[in-house]
C-alpha cells in the first residue's frame, strides 16, 4: 500500500508541483491525493488524468479538510495570501488545516511558511511601516504565526520556509521593465544584498524529499532555496537568457512601497526585511540540503532556460 500524500494547493504552484513529483517519483512510495476547490477545473482534471486522486475541500470547512485528510499518510500545507490578502484569513485557514491534521491522525504534516518578521523588525519600530495596524511583512507574518498553531497542536510538522518564487518574473508583473532612460531592467529594492530564489516547481521536489526522510525533518524548521543571488547577478542572467540588455535598477523600498499596484507596500516591506536581513534569510536557506532533498533542483540560470520564453516581452 502506498502511502497517500493529501496536497493542498494542488493547482497551484507548490502544491502542484509536489503532486507531480509523487506521481513521476520511480520509487512509487507515495500516492498523490490532490485536493481542489473545483475538480472540474483544467488543471484538476489534468492532475486527474496523470494518475492524482482529487478530492474537493475548502481551506475555509474544516470539516471538508477533514474528510480530504481521512486515512491519509501525511498532508502538504499551504495557503494563498493573494486570493485575499487578508492575513487573518489566511491564520484562521492554517488554524483550519491544523486542526483537521489533528483530527486525521496524520504521521507527517508539512507547512509551507515564511518568517514572521515581527520578531526582527517589532511594531514600534519605524525603520519599516506597520501595515494593517498590526503586521509588518503581512503575507508572511500570518504565515510564520501559524507556525505556533502546529507546533501547539502537537502535530508530527515539518515547516518548510521558501523562498521567492523566480516565476514572478512570469506571473507577478516583475518582468523586465523600460525606464524613462529607454533601458530595460529589473526593479528591486534590493540594493548589493543577495534574495534567496527558487523554482516554485523545486518546492514541491523538495518537500517530497522531506516526506521521504521519514521522520528527519519532523520538528524542524527547514529553509529552501535554489540559489541566492543579487540583483546584478539576476539582471545578468536575463540578459543571456532573453539575449536583451536588462539592468538592475534598485530603489529605496520607500520608494517601491509607492508603487501603483495592490501589495506594493507589503511586498515593498518584504524586499526591506530580505535586504536588511540577507545574512539571516539566505543563511536559513541551505542550497547544499535543498539538493539533497531534491537532486533536480533548478540554478537560476537552468530555470531560465526552461522558463526564460514565458517571461513577458516589452518591445
Known sequence: MKKVIA??????????????????????????????????????????????EVVVAEADDRASLERAFDGAYGAFCVTFFWDHMSPEKELAQATNMAEASRTAGLQHVIWSTLENTRKWIPLDDDRMPTLMGKYKVPHF????????????????????????????????????????DGRLAITLPMGEAPMSGIASEDIGKCALGVFKAGDKY????????????????????????????????????????????????????MFQFFRDFADYFCGARSIEESRSLNPDLMTFDEWLKEKGDLIPRVD
Not at 517519483?25 to 489534468?46: C, H, M, V, W, Y
Not at 547577478?233 to 535598477?249: E, F, H, K, T, W
Request: charged content about 20%; proline content about 4%.
Open 141 to 180: 507574518d500570518a504565515k510564520g504565526e501559524a507556525d505556533d498553531v502546529f507546533k501547539g497542536l502537537g502535530l508530527p510538522v515539518t515547516l518548510l520556509g521558501t523562498s521567492f518564487y523566480w516565476d514572478n518574473f512570469i506571473h507577478f508583473g516583475m518582468e523586465p521593465q523600460r525606464g524613462p
Open 7 to 52: 496536497v493542498l494547493g494542488a493547482t497551484g504552484a507548490q502544491g502542484g508541483g509536489l503532486v507531480r513529483a509523487i506521481l513521476n517519483d520511480p520509487s512509487g512510495e507515495f500516492a498523490a491525493r490532490a485536493i481542489t476547490r473545483d475538480k472540474n477545473s483544467e488543471k484538476a482534471l489534468q492532475l486527474a488524468a496523470a494518475g492524482a
Open 218 to 269: 519532523i520538528g524542524k524548521w527547514l529553509g529552501i532555496a535554489g540559489e541566492h543571488l543579487t540583483g546584478d547577478q539576476m539582471a545578468s542572467s536575463l540578459s543571456r537568457a532573453l539575449d536583451r540588455d536588462i539592468g538592475y535598477n534598485s530603489v529605496e523600498p520607500a520608494i517601491f512601497r509607492t508603487f501603483d499596484f495592490p501589495g506594493a507596500d507589503d511586498l515593498g516591506n
